[in-house]
């Protein structure tokens, strides 16, 4: 039986008193199941008195299910009235019987085991105006200072104070009592001291085994709050638990720089709308912190000058590919078999295994290691660029310390003072030798002015957690002139192309990637923004996804890009990285095996320009998790709901649908929920249709509930296009312009469109694309025939074997050659001519 009911098992929902819950059942019809016979479905839950009852579905014939065009199903509901239900927690399953069990047949149940039932909180009546100060949270006699900080109308912003006395080395923890209200919450924990993954839970605080970093607690009112403790040079602050639900902030100091009695900040905000809330508590540590009082920075850090940067364009990384094996000639090769199919990347990054070092893990010099690369870095650079004319970019990784245990002594302490510390490491405690802080600026100008010579001009800095791990108290804080001796260099020899990686330290997140400082150079910084890319290990494929886009809830609204680590596109999961991160935000670079490459997935990414360049079609802003905000509180690589994340290109709305289980799932999306935090762009009183990409499905957008199903590894992505339209005496023209209906990302590929009269029957719809490609309208006319179709590049017309038009739909298709009358230009100039009778 494949069966599904949303809300689904597992899952945690909230709804206030008084509204009427919804329960949909999708079943595919197979024999057992199909029409021909009775289907019984009954809903079975405690909302009465605590008393289990069932109550039955009922069939419905008109809900279209997205994505199973060629599949039958049955769809059946029931709606919940919880007025009459108290406030708190209550639980439902799902059980099934059909006609065609000749035997008569027992029940099956959905739900099978303990703890495998759904739940749902039932708040207050109806939204209620928030409980006003921090005590709706906290007992506030535990603050010694609770200082507001006004950012927006709508979200209630502290910095709380407290007074913690320092022990030495040591972490001291101090309760903060049970939050109040608390429904459950979300949390970004500390998986390793460099990495961040997302944490879920209900009832009762669980986060007792690693720091958590951020903090989301739904009260009983509905209302968000948002808990962001704070680290700086004196001390370094996380979250956690206690065995009874407290919420315990875990404190460890800088004993040189600060008193025995340290002030410890936690910021705290409060408010209706999850993702105001989480903005405004990062929005408050700029401006209590840096004096910063930039109101949108998810704007002003993902939106990009409209010159094209390097990581508008696809790059090429060795690491997956040859791992620290790489050779000179494997970077050839795996560069010349993506020329051989066409394919142009702007920056290549050589990942570890190209310096020289010591059988420690400690680097020996600035220069590559000649046995493997024979001609230097440089040699290899130019020899790159004068074959690859299009590589623009060459970068080079290191790790923060130089190598993994830092580096060899009898080659840098001649010139630099050269310190040994030890530090935690999976295979236990490590020695590394590394530079101390008053010579680290030198040695980075040295080092950075070498390689900018050999002809780098980016770096991927790894590690750089790393002394978080360092087992001296002293040496933790070495990081501070580490970070400050990074980010002067970066800026003097490469401009800010940096990618921060193994980073998710609160070290460099509240200080270097919240201080407008880091953006400094022209360049916006890349910060990776999850454990890696890991194309051998099964499991960790949707995990990867699902943890991207849970941690873009945060980690969007810092100083940098999240990046979303490298891919491969011949693999099994290779388009369903590709196309996650073609809509992310993020930077897209491949790690492809030479002559393994899925040239489809790779050219889907790309648009080929009039100027015979290659660009990527990448979002400009970063996404962000989204449908109802349920779905924030459960593992969604656990629970059988849709992972859900939403972006922009300039008018259209984007919704990316990814499958993180390992089986098929059919969910229900509430479109509204999906796009609330884009308040300028998404109106829902206008005209939209619905292009789905990869079922190439065209629909006009009329109801806020949409069903979809999406098979196992596989995914969806939903564009939302206002219509424009005309109307002209007893006629009304629609048309929109789609974007490049064979890429993932097309919808990026449009500069401008514009609806033109000519006369009474001939309209003129004129649009500007970045480059090649097909490209997708909606075109439709009330009470007047749309007899033919002309497309023109620079009024030179397209054939008519290029121009198709689904009358059914109303999806019109051009596509795009490379044309002489277009080579050269800064773009596409494209002509619709309608003529109708």
């Given at each position: 039986m494949e069966a599904y009911v949303q809300p689904s098992l597992l899952s945690t929902t909230y709804i206030f008193r008084n509204e009427v819950l919804t329960f949909k059942f999708y079943i595919l019809s197979t024999e057992e199941y199909s029409k021909s016979h009775i289907l019984n479905v009954q809903l079975w839950n405690n909302l009465s008195d605590n008393k289990w009852s069932g109550i039955n579905f009922t069939e419905k014939n008109d809900v279209i299910l997205f994505g199973c065009k060629e599949v039958?199903?049955?769809?059946?509901?029931?709606e919940v009235d919880s007025s009459n239900a108290k406030e708190g927690w209550y639980e439902?399953?799902?059980?099934?019987?059909?006609?065609?069990?000749?035997?008569?047949?027992?029940?099956?149940?959905?739900?099978?085991?303990?703890?495998?039932?759904?739940?749902?909180?039932?708040?207050?009546?109806?939204?209620?105006?928030?409980?006003?100060?921090?005590?709706?949270?906290?007992?506030?006699?535990?603050?010694?200072?609770?200082?507001?900080?006004?950012?927006?109308?709508?979200?209630?912003?502290?910095?709380?104070?407290?007074?913690?006395?320092?022990?030495?080395?040591?972490?001291?923890?101090?309760?903060?009592?049970?939050?109040?209200?608390?429904?459950?919450?979300?949390?970004?924990?500390?998986?390793?001291?460099?990495?961040?993954?997302?944490?879920?839970?209900?009832?009762?605080?669980?986060?007792?085994?690693?720091?958590?970093?951020?903090?989301?607690?739904?009260?009983?009112?509905?209302?968000?709050?948002?808990?962001?403790?704070?680290?700086?040079?004196?001390?370094?602050?996380?979250?956690?638990?206690?065995?009874?639900?407290?919420?315990?902030?875990?404190?460890?100091?800088?004993?040189?720089?600060?008193?025995?009695?340290?002030?410890?900040?936690?910021?705290?905000?409060?408010?209706?709308?999850?993702?105001?809330?989480?903005?405004?508590?990062?929005?408050?540590i700029r401006k209590v912190v840096y004096q910063d009082e930039s109101k949108d920075v998810f704007n002003t850090v993902c939106v990009s000058n409209h010159e094209v940067v390097y990581?508008?364009?696809?790059?090429?990384?060795?690491?997956n590919a040859f791992y620290d094996k790489v050779r000179a000639e494997d970077l050839l090769q795996a560069l010349n078999s993506l020329h051989n199919i066409g394919i142009q990347v702007g920056y290549v990054i050589l990942d570890d295994g190209w310096q020289k070092i010591d059988d420690n893990k400690r680097m020996q010099g600035f220069e590559a290691n000649l046995e493997k690369f024979p001609s230097g870095l440089?040699?290899?650079?130019?020899?790159?660029?004068?074959?690859?004319?299009?590589?623009?970019?060459?970068?080079?990784?290191?790790?923060?310390?130089?190598?993994?245990?830092?580096?060899?002594?009898?080659?840098?302490?001649?010139?630099?003072?050269?310190?040994?510390?030890?530090?935690?490491?999976?295979?236990?405690?490590?020695?590394?030798?590394?530079?101390?802080?008053?010579?680290?600026?030198?040695?980075?100008?040295?080092?950075?002015?070498?390689?900018?010579?050999?002809?780098?001009?980016?770096?991927?800095?790894?590690?750089?957690?790393?002394?978080d791990d360092v087992v001296s108290g002293e040496y933790k804080w070495w990081w501070i002139d580490y970070q400050k001796a990074l980010r002067d260099s970066i800026n003097k020899y490469f401009n800010q192309k940096l990618i921060y990686c193994m980073a998710n330290s609160p070290s460099i997140l509240q200080n270097t990637l919240l201080d407008k400082q880091v953006l400094n150079g022209?360049?916006?910084?890349?910060?990776?923004?999850?454990?890696?890319?890991?194309?051998?290990?099964?499991?960790?494929?949707?995990?990867?996804?699902?943890?991207?886009?849970?941690?873009?809830?945060?980690?969007?609204?810092?100083?940098?890009?999240?990046?979303?680590?490298?891919?491969?596109?011949?693999?099994?999961?290779?388009?369903?990285?590709?196309?996650?991160?073609?809509?992310?935000g993020s930077p897209m670079y491949f790690t492809d095996i030479p002559n393994h490459h899925d040239k489809d997935i790779l050219e889907r990414c790309l648009i080929k320009t009039p100027k015979n360049t290659m660009q990527l079609l990448r979002c400009e802003k970063s996404a962000i998790p989204a449908g109802n905000v349920d779905d924030l509180f459960v593992d969604l690589t656990k629970v059988d709901k849709l992972l859900k994340f939403t972006?922009?290109?300039?008018?259209?709305?984007?919704?990316?649908?990814?499958?993180?289980?390992?089986?098929?799932?059919?969910?229900?999306?509430?479109?509204?929920?999906?796009?609330?935090?884009?308040?300028?762009?998404?109106?829902?009183n206008k005209e939209l249709v619905m292009y789905f990409m990869k079922n190439k499905e065209l629909v006009p957008f009329k109801q806020d509930n949409i069903s979809v199903m999406i098979k196992k590894q596989s995914?969806?992505?939903?564009?939302?296009?206002?219509?424009?339209?005309?109307?002209?005496?007893?006629?009304?023209?629609?048309?929109?312009?789609?974007?490049?209906?064979?890429?993932?990302?097309?919808?990026?590929?449009?500069?401008?469109?514009?609806?033109?009269?000519?006369?009474?029957?001939?309209?003129?719809?004129?649009?500007?694309?970045?480059?090649?490609?097909?490209?997708?309208?909606?075109?439709?006319?009330?009470?007047?025939?749309?007899?033919?179709?002309?497309?023109?590049?620079?009024?030179?017309?397209?054939?008519?074997?290029?121009?198709?038009?689904?009358?059914?739909?109303?999806?019109l298709v051009v596509k795009l050659k490379e044309n002489s009358v277009v080579n050269g230009k800064e773009s596409i100039k494209l002509k619709i001519e309608i003529n109708l009778d």
């Open positions: 039958k199903y049955r769809v059946l509901e029931v439902f399953t799902v059980r099934v019987h059909s006609s065609a069990w000749s035997d008569g047949g027992e029940w099956k149940w959905l739900s099978e085991g303990i703890n495998k039932n759904g739940k749902i909180f039932i708040g207050p009546p109806k939204i209620p105006e928030s409980e006003k100060g921090v005590e709706s949270i906290f007992n506030k006699d535990i603050f010694n200072r609770i200082e507001p900080v006004q950012i927006s109308k709508n979200v209630d912003n502290w910095c709380t104070i407290m007074n913690v006395t320092s022990i030495g080395e040591y972490p001291v923890y101090k309760n903060l009592g049970v939050p109040k209200n608390l429904v459950r919450y979300f949390g970004l924990e500390r998986l390793t001291n460099w990495w961040l993954i997302p944490t879920s839970g209900s009832e009762k605080l669980k986060i007792n085994s690693r720091d958590v970093q951020y903090l989301v607690i739904q009260q009983a009112s509905g209302d968000f709050v948002s808990l962001i403790p704070f680290t700086n040079e004196k001390y370094t602050s996380a979250l956690k638990s206690d065995d009874d639900g407290n919420l315990v902030l875990k404190c460890a100091f800088n004993t040189n720089k600060c008193d025995k009695d340290v002030d410890i900040k936690l910021f705290v905000s409060k408010g209706k709308e999850l993702n105001d809330v989480v903005k405004n508590c990062l929005d408050a990581y508008d364009k696809l790059g090429y990384c060795t690491w440089k040699g290899l650079i130019d020899q790159v660029k004068k074959e690859f004319p299009y590589i623009k970019h060459f970068g080079v990784w290191h790790t923060l310390w130089g190598y993994w245990s830092g580096v060899d002594p009898s080659k840098f302490s001649d010139k630099y003072n050269v310190c040994n510390t030890t530090y935690n490491t999976p295979n236990g405690i490590l020695v590394a030798h590394i530079i101390s802080p008053q010579d680290i600026y030198r040695f980075y100008d040295d080092f950075y002015s070498y390689l900018k010579e050999q002809g780098i001009d980016m770096v991927k800095v790894d590690f750089q957690a790393c002394f022209e360049h916006i910084p890349l910060y990776r923004n999850s454990d890696d890319y890991f194309p051998d290990i099964e499991e960790s494929h949707t995990w990867h996804i699902y943890t991207n886009a849970m941690n873009n809830l945060f980690t969007s609204h810092l100083y940098s890009i999240p990046d979303w680590d490298m891919c491969q596109s011949y693999h099994k999961y290779g388009e369903y990285h590709a196309a996650a991160r073609a809509i992310s972006n922009q290109n300039g008018r259209i709305n984007i919704l990316g649908l990814w499958n993180c289980r390992d089986k098929n799932l059919i969910d229900h999306v509430n479109i509204n929920d999906s796009f609330r935090f884009y308040k300028e762009s998404w109106d829902i995914f969806e992505i939903i564009l939302f296009v206002p219509v424009d339209t005309l109307n002209i005496d007893d006629y009304c023209l629609k048309v929109t312009c789609i974007g490049l209906i064979d890429k993932y990302n097309g919808s990026k590929a449009i500069l401008s469109n514009e609806l033109n009269k000519i006369s009474n029957n001939k309209v003129i719809y004129n649009v500007e694309l970045i480059g090649y490609g097909e490209c997708g309208f909606y075109l439709r006319c009330d009470k007047k025939n749309i007899c033919d179709i002309k497309a023109l590049l620079y009024d030179d017309e397209i054939a008519k074997e290029n121009i198709k038009y689904e009358e059914k739909n109303g999806m």
